[in-house]
């Protein structure tokens, strides 16, 4: 382990069309600024992955922002070079994971230089916590598949009358032991 200085940056790749990239779409048929077709549906695969940086809070939620806003903040090269190794990572991640009967919809990753200056991965990669992982045989466009990841601990979120301002109510323990159960399940299906 060695001390890294972060990159402001959340660097989300998505392969597919979730979470709060479906939510933007819905109203204005984009992600993070980047057009999209339309008439797409609800975790519907994208053309292409692409990459959706959001801003690093220090408290609160991240704010997805465009790519453009990222490069004014990091230089263009940096932004260039953060894109590119993200969705190089994602893409064969998710041909891994596909090979095993997983989806990887979409993913983040944190860069930082090390103390030398070398461009380093500095958090959690490919976990159910910075990625979102849905089985593909049960797998459909159109609707919030089922997850491997924390969405299972969102759903349940925004249906206890949370009002996501005050503290969180402390999870129920049929929540905590099923959100345990799908991240052991996706790990020893990944790890297979």
């Known amino acids: 382990v060695s001390k890294a200085s972060v990159v402001p940056i959340e660097c989300v790749v998505r392969g597919y069309l979730a979470g709060s990239g479906w939510k933007e779409y ?12 339309t008439g797409l549906l609800e975790a519907q695969p994208l053309p292409e992955p692409i990459f959706t940086p959001a801003t690093k809070a220090e408290s609160g939620h ?14 263009r090269e940096l932004a260039d070079e953060l894109r590119r190794r993200s969705i190089d990572i994602y893409r064969r991640a998710s041909y891994h ?10 993913t983040k990753f944190e860069w930082g230089r090390s103390p030398s200056g070398e461009l380093i991965l500095i958090d959690e990669v490919l976990t159910p916590d910075s990625s979102r992982f849905w089985p593909a045989d049960s797998y459909r466009p159109g609707a919030n598949p089922p997850s491997f990841d924390k969405q299972f601990v969102r759903d349940w979120l925004e249906t206890c009358g949370w009002d996501k301002n005050s503290p969180p109510p402390p999870l129920p323990e049929e929540v905590v032991n099923k959100t345990r159960d799908k991240y052991l399940e996706a790990q020893q299906r990944l790890i297979a």
């Open 26 to 37: 819905r109203r204005h048929c984009t992600v993070c600024g980047s057009a999209l077709p």
């Open 62 to 75: 991240d704010e997805n922002i465009s790519f453009e806003r990222m490069a004014e903040t990091t230089g």
């Open 97 to 106: 994971a596909r090979q095993r009967g997983i989806i990887l919809a979409d």
